[in-house]
């Protein structure tokens, strides 16, 4: 399916029910799903030239849609100290939970908080001084730089299984450091 196949002016007759029997059930509110339907067809008004035409209308929608979910709970929780949202979610080809947290306020810390911080971010370097360079490395790109894993991958010459078991190894030899010398 290419841009020029995409047809809005079918969007409500084709996908309106379904995406509102998608969206009722995560949350629970007639209006707000009305809503949030509203604003994916906007959304997507907006994105058409954006379609690689690599997934159907429907599905294309869908992602649209989730988007908007997550967004709305997250306005509605960042507003709250800690708040934590799961969101069930099933479509064709895709089933599972979303998890999202917001983090308490970080100018609502104490002197003791800021200082316990500062020890546990240097126990933390202390502890990846103790891990192999090569593992170290590759934990820091992608754990704290967040790099692709491909990226990864390509830069050390391993394969994604590969760099997930390096990953996990520091993570675990990370845990006992802190475990040991820290708490």
């Known amino acids: ?12 007759d084709k996908y309106s029910d379904y ?3 998608f969206t009722i059930v995560r949350v629970n509110d007639r209006e707000l799903a009305h809503d949030l339907i509203s604003e994916t067809f906007l959304a997507g ?4 030239k954006n379609f690689k035409g690599e997934a159907t209308e429907r599905t294309w929608l869908i992602s649209i849609l989730k988007r908007k ?31 999202e947290e917001q983090a308490p ?9 800021i200082m316990e911080n500062e020890e546990l971010g240097l126990a933390i370097l202390d502890c990846m001084e ?20 491909e990226a990864i991958c390509n830069e050390f010459d391993i394969t994604p299984s590969n ?11 990370l ?5 040991k010398n820290w708490f």
Not at 72 to 92: L, M, P, T
């Open 19 to 21: 995406l509102f029997n």
């Open 130 to 149: 103790k891990l192999p360079k090569k593992q170290a490395k590759i934990f820091k790109m992608k754990t704290i730089e967040g790099l692709d894993t």
């Open 69 to 99: 979910i997550i967004d709305y709970y997250r306005k509605i929780n960042s507003k709250k100290g800690r708040a934590e949202v799961k969101i069930n979610y099933s479509d064709d080809s895709n089933e599972g939970d979303w998890l």
């Open 175 to 179: 845990a006992q450091c802190l475990e």
């Open 45 to 48: 008004l907006r994105s058409m």
């Open 105 to 113: 306020d970080r100018f609502d810390k104490t002197a003791e908080d």
């Open 163 to 173: 760099l997930w078991v390096i990953v996990h190894r520091a993570r675990t030899a």
């Open 1 to 12: 399916m290419s841009t020029n196949q995409i047809d809005p002016t079918k969007w409500v």
